[in-house]
């Protein structure tokens, strides 16, 4: 069976997550005992046995879900031929390793920088987030574009499901706007800044010069990545999206589309949660979902 799997970003986390992992498979344990080492702290006591409050935060979050989309992608066993790898924001450097492209080691230190350099984004540029229910494209778009301060679509996660991105008073602005034009709702996320927006450039920046320093291989297979949504081979290609992807939408219907018209029917979700199946069975219902 010719397949493809996608790994999920932020927010998936939930306390407990990997410990069945770890107590079953002898290669669990040393991957979370490699992640320990190379994050110099217990990520698995957090992870295990932590509170949400603490698993939510951004620094924390990132490279817990990193973590467990490649364990599980490690002891996932079918047999067919993997013909692309996606995943959602952060869920792209799941995909990289998974793809050979680069190493667990070099994408977890990547993760981990880009975690904190996003919080400390958050610290310097206030944001927040918001999720549009029911309208099209180019309303949201037009409306973004009607507001004076920082606010872009972020996330096209499916049809009629998009995210916007940018300075509180801008989401507020935006919000009233998208309503009067027809949105079904507009809902207001918890998450600490404003992810995928130019508010990002801080972290992009910084990311950008560890990127560069990063050994990455042709992968062996295509990786359908956020800023672009389309498959990528190419290592310079590769690497520049990478970089833009922290101010960059996040082109997730684009990117399935494009799987489904390259002859990929068939998705495995690798990591924690179920999100992505959704979304994927909104943007198409012919295609098989598995997790």
Same mark, same amino acid.
């Given at each position: 069976?010719?397949?493809?799997?996608? +790994?999920?970003?932020?927010?998936?986390? +939930?306390?407990?997550?990997?410990?069945?992992?770890?107590?079953?498979?002898?290669?669990?344990?040393?991957?979370?005992?490699?992640?320990?080492?190379?994050? #110099?702290?217990? *990520? !698995?006591?957090?992870?295990?046995?932590?509170?949400?409050?603490?698993? !939510?935060? !951004?620094?924390?979050?990132?490279?817990? *879900?990193?973590?467990?989309? @490649?364990?599980?992608?490690?002891? +996932?066993?079918?047999?067919?031929?993997?013909?692309?790898?996606?995943?959602?924001?952060?869920?792209? +450097?799941?995909?990289? /390793? /998974?793809?050979?492209?680069?190493?667990?080691? #070099?994408?977890?230190?990547?993760?981990?920088?880009?975690?904190?350099?996003?919080?400390?984004?958050?610290?310097?540029?206030?944001? !927040?987030?918001?999720?549009? %229910?029911?309208?099209?494209?180019?309303?949201?778009?037009?409306?973004?574009?009607?507001?004076?301060? %920082?606010?872009?679509?972020?996330?096209?996660?499916?049809?009629?499901? @998009?995210?916007?991105?940018?300075?509180?008073?801008? @989401?507020?602005?935006?919000?009233?706007?998208?309503?009067?034009?027809?949105?079904?709702?507009?809902?207001?996320?918890?998450?600490?800044?404003?992810?995928?927006?130019?508010?990002?450039?801080?972290?992009?920046?910084?990311?950008?010069?560890?990127?560069?320093?990063?050994?990455?291989?042709?992968?062996?297979?295509?990786?359908?990545?956020?800023?672009?949504?389309?498959?990528?081979?190419?290592?310079?290609?590769?690497?520049?999206?990478? /970089?833009?992807?922290?101010?960059?939408?996040?082109?997730?219907?684009?990117?399935?589309?494009?799987?489904?018209?390259?002859? @990929?029917?068939?998705?495995?979700?690798?990591?924690?949660?179920?999100?992505?199946?959704?979304?994927?069975?909104?943007?198409?219902?012919? /295609?098989?979902?598995?997790?």
């Amino acid at each position: 069976m010719k397949y493809a799997q996608v +790994f999920p970003g932020q927010g998936s986390q +939930f306390v407990g997550m990997g410990k069945d992992l770890f107590d079953q498979y002898e290669e669990a344990k040393k991957i979370f005992s490699q992640a320990n080492k190379i994050l #110099d702290f217990k *990520i !698995t006591e957090i992870m295990f046995e932590g509170n949400q409050k603490e698993l !939510t935060e !951004t620094n924390i979050a990132q490279p817990a *879900i990193f973590i467990h989309s @490649i364990i599980k992608s490690r002891l +996932f066993k079918k047999k067919g031929r993997l013909l692309g790898v996606a995943g959602h924001s952060l869920g792209e +450097f799941s995909a990289l /390793v /998974v793809s050979n492209s680069i190493s667990f080691q #070099d994408g977890l230190k990547l993760v981990r920088i880009r975690a904190n350099e996003m919080k400390k984004a958050c610290e310097m540029n206030p944001g !927040t987030m918001a999720a549009v %229910i029911g309208l099209g494209n180019e309303v949201v778009e037009n409306c973004c574009m009607k507001i004076k301060e %920082i606010v872009v679509p972020a996330n096209y996660n499916c049809p009629g499901q @998009i995210v916007v991105s940018g300075e509180k008073n801008a @989401i507020n602005n935006v919000s009233k706007h998208l309503i009067e034009n027809g949105a079904r709702k507009v809902i207001s996320l918890n998450v600490g800044g404003a992810f995928h927006s130019p508010l990002m450039l801080p972290a992009k920046k910084v990311l950008e010069k560890y990127i560069q320093k990063i050994q990455f291989k042709k992968p062996s297979c295509l990786i359908y990545q956020n800023s672009v949504g389309k498959g990528v081979s190419s290592i310079e290609e590769i690497r520049k999206n990478l /970089v833009d992807q922290l101010i960059s939408p996040v082109l997730w219907t684009q990117s399935i589309d494009q799987m489904i018209n390259d002859g @990929i029917k068939n998705f495995v979700e690798v990591g924690p949660g179920r999100v992505l199946q959704g979304l994927i069975k909104k943007i198409n219902q012919g /295609v098989n979902l598995e997790f």
